[in-house]
Every structure is written in structure tokens, then in C-alpha cells.
């Protein structure tokens, strides 16, 4: 009676965001705000690091709303869900992209809008974001 789950091929990964695919840390976090190279697309601005660490992931990334942007944390979660979503469900061609380069980045993602958005705007916005921090760096 419940959902039906999406079958998935053996060839194809599933789209998942998982622990060790995020970026943590109060020093990374610190060294990617302070060195990193910013992209701004309104609402998003774009933070990323190259980072050189043989077992991570190629591309760990972390998501920011600040509360004096959305002063409700409902809507700061769900900013920030939303922007996770879009994450998950098209990182791998950024991750191939990386892997191809055999890069690492380490990648902060702000939103500076003042109110919340639809998942279609979020994801309208936050692609070419993404796209163009990749092309001016990876």
C-alpha cells in the first residue's frame, strides 16, 4: 500500500547525500570562507576550495542560510532542504567532472535571498550557480 520505491540498475548509483559527501569542520569551513574562491548568482553565492586530501570525496559541500536573511528557522530548514535536494539529485555530474580531473573541492553554498523559494527556482538558480563556479575552477 505504501510508496513504491524507484528501481534502480546495478550500472546506475543511486542519488543519495550521504555523511562522508559533506563538508565539516570548524577549520575546512573557516579556510573555505577565507581563501576560497566566491561565485555569486543571486540568490546563491558559492564559496569552493581546492583541497588536497586523497580519501574524500571528491566534492564536499555544505549548505548556509543566515538567520538574518529568513529570521524563521522553519524557513531556514527548508531553504536549506531544498538546496540539499537539488544537490543530491544532480551531483554526479559535478562528481565526474572531479574525478576526471582528480580534484577535490571543498564547496560552501549560501543562500542570501529573503524569502523562500519553490524547488523549481531553487533548482533554476542554484544549477547555473554550480555550473559556473565548476567552469571558472574545475
Known sequence: MGRKRPQYSPSVERPTFRKHERLSGRKLIEQVVREGVVVHRPPFRITGLSVTDENAYPIRIAFAVPKRRLPRAVDRNRM????????????????????????????????QGRTTMPYAVVEDKMIPALDRWMEQNG
Do not use: D, I, T
Open 80 to 111: 536549506k532542504r531544498l538546496m540539499r535536494e537539488v544537490w543530491r539529485l544532480n551531483k554526479q555530474r559535478y562528481v565526474e567532472h572531479c574525478r576526471e580531473g582528480m580534484s577535490c573541492y571543498a564547496l560552501l553554498v549560501a543562500f
